[in-house]
Structures are given as C-alpha cells and as structure tokens.
C-alpha cells in the first residue's frame, strides 16, 4: 500500500477473527484505521459500538468521518443464527440499514462482508452473476440476511448513489479465530480433538480453503481499485474433502481418529462449494500463498497456545 495515499479507515466488527488481521495489515501501510465492536476494549482508536442501536451508530459517525468503511461485524453462523435470530437480524440486516444510512449522510466508500452462504442450494460454478440468472434459495436464516445484505446495498447505491462494493467470503481460517461452538469447521476440530473430545466429520462434502493473511491482502487491494457496485468471490480454486482436513490436524497433533464420528452429509448446506474467483484475480491480485498443509500448521501451533 502507498503511504503517501494514507486513508481514513472504519472497521466494524474489528475485534473479530478477520477484522483484526484486517486492521493490523491497514494500519501497516499508513492508514489511520479505526475499530468498532461490541466488547470494552482499550486498543488505540476503537469505539464500543453496537451497530444494531442506531444512536450508537450516529455518535460514532457524528464524532469521527472516514474515507472508507470496512463493515465485518455481523452475527456469524448458521446455527448461530438460528438460536439467536434476533441478535441475527438485529445486526446484520437493521445494523447494516443504520450504516447505510450514515454512508448517505456522509458518503463514504464502503466494503461490505458477504457469504458464500448466499449460493444456497445451487451446485455449480459459483460465478458471482449467478442470482441474476439462476433462483437460488438460501437454506438458512443466516444466508438469507446476507442476501438481504446485498440487496439492501444495491438498493442504496441505485436510490442513494453511495458506493459500495461487496465481497463473498468462503472457508477463511488461520491463527487468531478462538473456538465457539458456532464457529466453522477447523477451530471446532482442532479445540476439540486437543481435548481429546469427539466431533463430526461429513464425508461427501468439500470446501475451498483461504488463509488469513491472503484474505486480508485482498480486502485491502480494494482500497486502490475499489469498483462501486462490483462484487467478488474470495474463494480459491482447490477442494479439499472434510475428511482430508480432519486427518490433517490429527495428524499435526499427532493423534489418530478414534474419537471422530462419521457421517455422510451435514443438512441445510451445500455438499460442494466451487467458486469462480477470476474477477478478485484481476482485480485485488488475489492469490494463495499459504498451502493448505502449511496454514493448518501454523493454526494448530496456535490453538496449542490459546487452548486451556
């Protein structure tokens, strides 16, 4: 990033798994970033926010003005969303309203975090005009506020003439996401079998892989060739099988498959996700840099260290 093209930065949900690695490379290149979450925290430029209470939202914007919004915070998860439907909707669908409002106050340029949850049940090649052609339906509460995410946005650009550009995240992990039962499949794998607890592995499913820091890389890109109204997929081009995965962390732990339970699919989700990322290639130079055995190392030796 140049320094001399400094930036004014928010980052909503910035305490988060991707918001901090976010936040960290941002302010490596010369931008002042600010963060928003909902826990207390002490770190230089943050402000406690929930961006679900609009009061909340308005002080913060009244107080400060940024030349671009990263909007991260959200309520994460499938299951998450439906035992907690109301933080669900809450947040991602009246939180983002809120935002979208101050951007037409104070038109800011803002980068939304999509899902690769919005595909819902199609199987094919996930090209990002898919919804355009194809009916999609989204098989949970989670993915459908994520789509409405995206349609609220478009709605303000067409209505309100902001600019946004919105991004499809698929499988991102690495060093830094703590375990909750709600969080995706390789923290719930590793935290557990450390602690020699059993969890599930469905063998006829398949998932694309992204490192942190390679999804970072490319979410700041867009800061020097942000496309208003573009959308992008974040997903790499290789399908690693669940069961593969499993056997890499037990492997790194050294410990074998004994306490896995195995069973052939997981309901409400795509058995095979298979992205087309060309645009984010062209674009954002996104690329993988980290191979996948390599990355769940570097994860595993982290949760070795965060894990009681």
């Not at 459908?144 to 067409?158: A, C, F, R, T």
């Not at 499988?171 to 719930?188: A, D, L, M």
């Not at 593969?244 to 306490?259: E, H, N, P, Y």
Request: glycine fraction near 6%.
């Amino acid at each position: 990033m140049d320094m001399a093209k400094s930036k004014t930065i928010l980052v909503t949900g910035g305490l988060g798994f991707i918001g901090t690695g976010l936040v960290r490379l941002l302010k490596s290149g010369g931008h002042q970033v600010w963060t928003c979450d909902l826990k207390h925290s002490d770190q230089e430029n943050y402000l406690r926010c929930d961006i679900s209470k609009y009061r909340q939202i308005e002080h913060l914007f009244q107080e400060h003005e940024f030349d671009f919004v990263y909007h991260a915070a959200a309520e994460y998860g499938r299951w998450s969303g439906e035992d907690y439907y109301e933080n669900l909707w809450q947040t991602n669908a009246v939180g983002t309203k809120h935002l979208l409002r101050m951007q037409e106050k104070q038109n800011f340029q803002m980068i939304f975090f999509g899902s690769a949850e919005v595909y819902g049940d199609f199987d094919g090649v996930m090209s990002e005009d898919i919804m355009e052609r194809i009916p999609i339906r989204q098989m949970n509460d989670y993915a459908i506020s994520k789509w409405v995410n995206e349609l609220q946005i478009l709605n303000s650009i067409e209505m309100c003439g902001t600019e946004s550009v919105r991004v499809r995240l698929f499988n991102v992990y690495g060093p830094g996401e703590n375990y909750t039962p709600y969080r995706g499949f390789i923290p719930k794998f590793i935290h557990l079998a450390l602690l020699d607890r059993p969890y599930t592995v469905f063998l006829n499913h398949k998932r694309t892989l992204e490192y942190i820091d390679d999804i970072c890389r490319a979410l700041a890109a867009i800061l020097s060739n942000f496309k208003s109204s573009e959308v992008y997929n974040l997903g790499s081009e290789t399908q690693f099988s669940i069961k593969m995965i499993s056997d890499l962390i037990l492997k790194s732990l050294g410990k074998d498959d004994s306490k896995v339970v195995y069973k052939d699919s997981e309901p409400f989700t795509t058995k095979i996700k298979t992205p087309d990322s060309s645009k984010a290639k062209r674009d954002l130079d996104f690329r993988e840099t980290v191979s996948v055995e390599e990355g769940i190392a570097r994860t595993v030796e982290w949760f070795k260290q965060h894990t009681p």
